[in-house]
């Protein structure tokens, strides 16, 4: 290793902050400063298997080596300064503190066939979507690998991380493709045998429609999911809804999503979220539809969760029906998405933070 990949990330504390380097990486660390590879290792399973958050409970290195390494080294993750449990116990909100005092949420969603943890890759995010809280704040910063899967390890206690039904959706805080370098390498650590070990198969990446790194992700040879958060079906509404879209129209984002589908072999999941009067007429169906059908997709609609400010509304449920049934006979697979968290502002497009939001505008107007 040339260059130590962890120093000097979060300026002020003393030591490299080991959590966030990849086995491979510590035992580079570990031979270089005349460590045995397999305390690197010992100490790579403690940390993300075992999640320990620091050396004095590694019990099988020794007491000198310990001693040592919290001289030299620092296992630094995000902390949870609070946690909100939903009334009925299907949602909990974590607020999380970084080194350098930025908060970000993550949020666990239960039902009985699935626990969803989905986290944050930025604090804020630069894409402004009309719909979204988090949009309201602006890019504070990029996360990095170690901020990403730290809130793996401080969430994942309370889950069996090797049960069956449990995945990890990148729909937290911030555009994933927009921090492309750190989300695949945290990506990485999560399915590292000898780190947390989890499958890609059930980590999904939600993007708001970064077409070059769709492209880049279907060639890393990573096979997450891919979802697509689509949430209009003309270009005019898309453009306003998600500025996004003036750079990367429709056409270029489905093509980007096919050829995803294409190479990994993983059907996509297009994201719709319902705004009343303005995506749900029976001609956004029949296009979404169209859309839909195109691709090895299947389609999600979720009910707009609304935040302080919003200038939308979400459909009544029986106009959801009505708007899923008008699907159904010609998209390939439709499901609604049942909104959980959003009494405690835990559901999507609801996480700031305790970040103060910017007025909204629109085509040159508050509208705020
Ligand atoms: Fe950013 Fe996603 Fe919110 Fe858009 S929907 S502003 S990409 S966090």
Redesign the pocket.
């Known amino acids: 290793m040339g260059q130590d990949p962890a120093a000097g990330r979060q300026g002020g504390h003393a030591g490299t902050n080991l959590f966030g380097l990849t086995p491979a990486e510590i035992e580079e660390l570990f031979l270089a400063s005349g460590h045995a590879r397999f305390h690197a290792r010992q100490l790579a399973q403690w940390m993300y298997r075992r999640r320990a958050g620091n050396f004095e409970s590694m019990t099988d290195l020794s007491r000198s080596l310990r001693a040592e390494l919290s001289t030299r080294f620092r296992i630094a993750r995000p902390e949870v300064v609070q946690r909100h449990d939903s009334p009925g116990g299907e949602a909990a909100k974590y607020l999380f503190e970084l080194e350098d005092g930025r908060r970000i949420e993550s949020v666990l969603l239960r039902n009985k066939q699935r626990h969803t943890i989905c986290i944050s890759s ?1 604090a804020g ?5 009309t ?6 704040i602006g890019l504070l910063r990029d996360l990095t690998p170690g901020e990403i899967a730290g809130q793996i390890a401080e969430i994942g206690p309370v889950l069996p991380l090797e049960a069956p039904a449990f995945n990890i959706v990148f ?5 994933p493709l ?1 921090n492309y370098d750190n989300v695949l390498k945290a990506i990485r650590l999560l399915a590292d045998p000898e780190s947390f070990n989890i499958s890609t198969r059930r980590i999904t990446v ?3 429609g970064f077409v070059p790194q769709i492209r880049m992700l279907a060639g890393e040879g990573l096979h997450v999911g891919l979802a697509i ?1 689509l949430n209009a079906t003309t270009d005019r509404l898309r453009s306003e809804l ?1 500025p ?1 879209n003036r750079r990367y129209p429709i056409r270029t984002l489905v093509e980007a999503a096919r050829h995803y589908a294409e190479r990994t072999g993983r059907r996509v999941t297009i994201e719709y979220v319902l705004l009343a009067g303005l995506n749900d007429s029976p001609e956004d169906a029949a296009r979404l539809a169209k859309i839909a059908r195109s691709l090895p997709a299947k389609v999600n609609l979720l009910r707009f969760n609304p935040f302080e400010g919003a200038p939308y509304s979400s459909p009544v449920p029986e106009a959801i029906d009505a708007f899923a049934r008008l699907l159904l006979p010609s998209a390939p697979a439709v499901t609604v998405r049942q909104s959980r968290g959003e009494d405690i502002m835990a559901a ?2 609801q ?1 700031v933070a305790g970040q103060p939001m910017r007025p909204l505008r629109r085509r040159g107007a508050d509208i705020a």
């Open positions: 930025q995010c630069a894409l402004a979507c719909f979204c809280a988090t949009g309201r729909m937290g805080m911030g555009e927009d939600s993007t708001s958060s998600m996004i999507c497009g996480l």
